[in-house]
């Protein structure tokens, strides 16, 4: 007998922004076999904003390096743009760049979870229960307006064998500060 | 929670997309195994197109190449967009089981990032490079290439390392 998963996808909808049209044909077909119908596709930021308008996307997922505004440009404005159509929108960000300070500078700009490229199926699938299962409150303040950026130390993903392993209450307590824990969390794969 | 506690919260956090996409009982696993295995399936369809894409890339990268070589007042637009064709390189070809693809591409973009030196040896280096991906490509070298991949590496890693010195 199988159990009934947790989650299904098929009513989520999801806006794929990038340039590099190989990427968004590699993203969709990963959210195809995981069951979502609704995708939408924008070649840049611009177009994307204006997809919003008439597509109500549960999850965006973009493309850091894009031209003329890039992934960081989008998020900004998505989240506090005057006529942003869902400020709240949970975001993951791709990037082949991995260094501290870009997934730092990411987290600022308001995403959600971020995804280093180059991605396979199952860090996709991740980062998107992630944001279903663990969402967070959203708070402004005079520099930042977006999902909380301090975590809980969720420890590894519920289907992994170390999250089997520990013992409750081990891992999971809050974690304090944005440090490294915040960066792991970010970086899970 | 908010970041600090003078800061302020909007909004709590969001149930509703749990509530929406809940189909079984709060109990059980979140992650479908078996539908990770279909999405892996289909990353593997869509690798099937990747040699091809990743030519049109390499090509694309070599025409940039050669008109670094012919055209030397044109020499920092033309690092910037090999560094950006070697960034995009790198982001794809791990996804389909082409690690050494996406090493190269990670070696060539570090060694534009912050612009080259326009002398011959840094033409000598986006050359190697290229003549690499290309090797990588059409001898079908998947995951890390093994012995030929390490030699790669390696020669691609002195190489770059005699010339940035030398800048």
């Not at chain 1, 199926?121 to 969402?135: F, G, N, T, V």
């Not at chain 2, 078996?34 to 869509?46: G, I, Q, S």
């Not at chain 2, 990670?106 to 190697?128: H, W, Y």
Request: aromatic share 6%.
């Amino acid at each position: 007998m199988t159990t009934q998963p947790r989650f299904g996808l098929e009513k989520l909808s999801v806006l794929i922004v990038d340039d590099n049209r190989h990427m968004r044909a590699l993203v969709q077909s990963i959210l195809h076999a995981l069951g979502i119908k609704a995708i939408r596709e924008a070649g840049d930021a611009a177009e994307a904003f204006k997809e919003l308008q008439h597509f109500s996307a549960d999850v965006i997922i973009i493309d850091w390096h894009m031209e003329p505004l890039d992934g960081l440009d989008f998020v900004r404005l998505v989240r506090t743009a005057k006529d942003s159509p869902n400020p709240y929108v949970p975001m993951i960000m791709l990037s082949g760049h991995t260094e501290h300070q870009r997934i730092c500078d990411a987290r600022d700009a308001g995403v959600n979870e971020f995804l280093a490229n180059p991605i396979s199926a199952k860090s996709l699938y991740a980062r998107i229960i992630s944001i279903i299962e663990h969402p967070r409150p959203f708070i402004r303040t005079k520099t930042y307006f977006g999902p909380d950026r301090r975590r809980q130390n969720l420890g590894p993903p519920r289907w992994s064998e170390e999250r089997r392993k520990e013992t409750p209450g081990g891992k999971n307590k809050d974690a304090a500060s944005l440090s490294s824990s915040d960066i792991d969390a970010l970086m899970r794969k | 929670m908010a970041d600090r506690k003078d800061d302020v919260v909007i909004r709590p956090a969001s149930g509703a997309l749990k509530a929406k996409l809940s189909t079984g009982p709060s109990d059980a696993p979140s992650f479908d195994a078996a539908l990770l295995r279909k999405a892996e399936a289909a990353v593997k369809e869509v690798g099937k197109n990747y040699v091809d894409w990743a030519n049109e890339d390499l090509a694309a990268l070599d025409t940039v190449y050669r008109k670094l070589a012919a055209t030397p007042d044109e020499h920092e637009p033309l690092i910037k967009r090999i560094n950006r064709l070697a960034f995009e390189i790198k982001g794809q070809g791990g996804s389909f089981g082409y690690d050494l693809v996406t090493t190269i591409g990670d070696s060539l973009e570090k060694f534009t990032r912050q612009g080259c030196a326009r002398n011959p040896q840094t033409l000598d280096v986006i050359g190697a490079h290229v003549h690499a991906m290309r090797a990588v490509l059409r001898d079908n070298l998947i995951g890390d290439g093994g012995e030929l991949g390490r030699q790669i590496r390696e020669g691609l890693g002195k190489a770059t390392l005699v010339v940035t010195k030398k800048t």
